[in-house]
């Protein structure tokens, strides 16, 4: 072997690395015992597998030490559960249920009056949150795609549709929800003005998350590597149709989980419409709270709320997993 | 006049030349392999004819046609010119049926049975007819490359542009697409590639063209240049495909 300046590429043979050892969980399994009914199995198999190991039964050591980890591990969450629930459950017996008395008053709960006049209000919320929803999808679509234009000629639009996201993402919705629902009627300006308190609110969570979801549509549509607009436009489609067929199909189906997201925070935002008079849901709550001198009411509005948003979300990850599953990527 | 010429062809990428003054004339049916190291402009090249990337300095003309600088018809040049990629670039969200009969329905507004039937055709003479309804990622590199292929065919170009099409192929996959080249050359297709496979340029190359640093140091007939390279660029060049056992 000749003589090199370098260090060689293979190093001598070494000591090899002791891999005999049994992993037995002690400390963590102690730990769990915070949550006895499965801490104790964690820590009586991490004792086992110490003795055994002792006894140099290794196979059967390592086999209880992992046993360890899973009850110690299964501890961690059902203590968390367990104690979260008796904590609430805590809340409401002390101090002679209060809190039940305020906030669940069992009565009003099944008072049918409640849910109806609440539901009532709710359906507000829904129509807003469908109209609003539909517009922000389409909107948002276009801001995100004015704000991608190439070329210096396209400057000016582009830098509208930015002042457009900047200004409206800068603002808190409250704000917008004031100036537009108040404002815009008190003016009367035309084309604008003499629409309802509905309409308004419309307006204006389109305006806010019209600027929002387009930020989202514009990180998809970056995330398209330039390859496929280069194999688009080799083929002698135009950038436009490149957008429609090629590059925004691909990435709506990146950002359907973010842009869903924004959808069910747009449903939750509708209630703001209660700051301009409307009788929503929250409304329609408070006058039910006001009437019987409970905060019954926003817990109903709340139920109603969250059985919106729930199936949502597991709707949606349903379908992220279901188009994994049938499509893995692009390049 | 030949049917594609270049003339004084520059091209920058800020402050990289990459293309510095390119002379370049292909003759209708004309096979012409441009090879070279890595970096010396090739891809930029095959890309400044489609108007891919804008040349900067030169002109290109296809068939007595200005295909370079302000004004040009882009889309209706890339009709007529098909390029093929490295990296396939398949549409993902698309069957392969769709990938084939998107331009050809969108860009040439055939209808779209005529495109399907078409598309269908293609796909049987590559043997895939019965891939038409998988989504490109249950095909093999290869499979994705020939359809790649066939996709440019569909808008019946009168040129085609090969960037390196078996360079991210596994070596067994790499036969199946240039049997597909080798046929369009048979066919009397005008065609241009850049290519690493030196046995197949020699094989079906009318003429070659070795870039360095972004000019065409020598061009001449296959034979010519494998065999008898006068200048001392291309003598190293070949002798490091050697080296490698490639050629």
């Known amino acids: ?331 | 006049m030949s049917f594609l010429t270049m003339t004084g062809v520059h091209k920058h990428f800020g402050l990289n030349h990459v293309l510095r003054g390119i002379d370049l004339e292909i003759e209708a049916h004309q096979v012409v392999s441009l090879i070279g190291t890595s970096g010396s402009g090739k891809s930029t090249l095959l890309r400044c004819v489609n108007a891919l990337e804008a040349i900067d300095d030169g002109e290109i003309r296809l068939d007595g046609d200005r295909v370079s600088g302000r004004g040009i018809d882009v889309d209706s040049l890339r009709t007529q010119v098909g390029i093929v990629f490295q990296s396939f670039n398949l549409f993902p969200h698309m069957t392969v049926l769709k990938n084939i009969t998107l331009a050809p329905r969108k860009v040439l507004g055939v209808d779209a049975d005529e495109a399907d039937a078409r598309a269908m055709q293609l796909l049987a003479r590559i043997g895939l007819a019965e891939k038409a309804k998988d989504y490109p990622d249950r095909l093999s590199g290869g499979q994705q490359q020939r359809v790649a292929i066939v996709r440019a065919l569909a808008m019946e170009p009168r040129l085609m542009l090969f960037d390196e099409i078996t360079s991210a192929l596994d070596p067994e996959l790499v036969a199946e697409v240039l049997n597909i080249v080798r046929d369009l050359a048979a066919d009397g297709m005008t065609m241009m590639l850049a290519t690493h496979e030196m046995h197949f340029a020699r094989e079906v190359s009318s003429k070659v063209c070795f870039l360095d640093k972004g000019i065409i140091l020598e061009e001449g007939p296959p034979e010519r240049i494998f065999q008898d390279p006068t200048e001392e660029r291309t003598q190293a060049f070949l002798k490091r495909i050697i080296d490698a056992g490639r050629l």
Not at chain 1, 272 to 293: C, P, Q, T, V
Request: proline share 5%.
């Open chain 1, 1 to 331: 072997m000749s003589e090199s300046p370098y260090p060689a590429l293979v190093s001598p043979d070494r000591a090899p690395k002791r891999l005999g050892r049994v992993l037995t969980y002690r400390r963590f399994a102690v730990i769990s015992l915070f949550f006895p009914p499965t801490g104790i199995p964690a820590v009586i198999s991490s004792l086992k597998a110490s003795r055994l190991a002792r006894q140099g039964d290794i196979e059967a050591a390592r086999l209880r030490g992992e046993r360890a980890r899973e009850w110690a591990w299964y501890s961690v969450g059902f203590g968390l559960l367990v104690y979260a629930v008796a904590f609430v459950a805590y809340l409401m017996l002390v101090k002679g249920g209060s809190v039940r008395r305020v906030n669940f008053n069992w009565n009003l709960l099944t008072t049918r009056k409640v849910w109806s006049v609440i539901g009532e209000g709710f359906l507000l919320n829904l129509r807003v949150f469908a109209y609003s929803a539909v517009v922000v999808l389409i909107w948002a679509l276009i801001v995100a795609v004015v704000r991608m234009l190439p070329g210096k000629q396209c400057a000016p639009i582009r830098w509208l549709a930015t002042a457009y996201c900047d200004v409206f993402r800068a603002i808190p919705a409250l704000l917008v929800i004031g100036i537009v629902g108040f404002g815009i009627p008190k003016a009367n300006p035309p084309i604008i003005g003499g629409h309802s308190d509905e309409f308004y609110a419309t307006l204006a969570l389109v305006l806010v998350y019209g600027a929002y979801v387009s930020e989202v549509y514009r990180a998809g549509i970056s995330s398209i590597h330039w390859s496929q607009t280069a194999a688009a436009r080799s083929l002698g489609l135009t950038y436009g149709q490149t957008m429609q067929h090629v590059v925004v199909p691909q990435a709506v189906r990146r950002v359907v989980l973010p842009l869903m997201n924004d959808m069910v925070a747009l449903q939750k935002e509708t209630s703001l419409i209660y700051i301009l008079g409307g009788l929503d849901a929250i409304n329609s709550a408070r006058f039910i709270n006001n009437s019987r001198a409970s905060f019954t009411g926003y817990t109903v509005a709340a139920i109603m709320f969250a059985s919106i948003s729930l199936p949502l979300t597991r709707l949606l990850d349903y379908f992220t997993k279901r188009q994994h599953r049938r499509m893995s990527g692009g390049s």
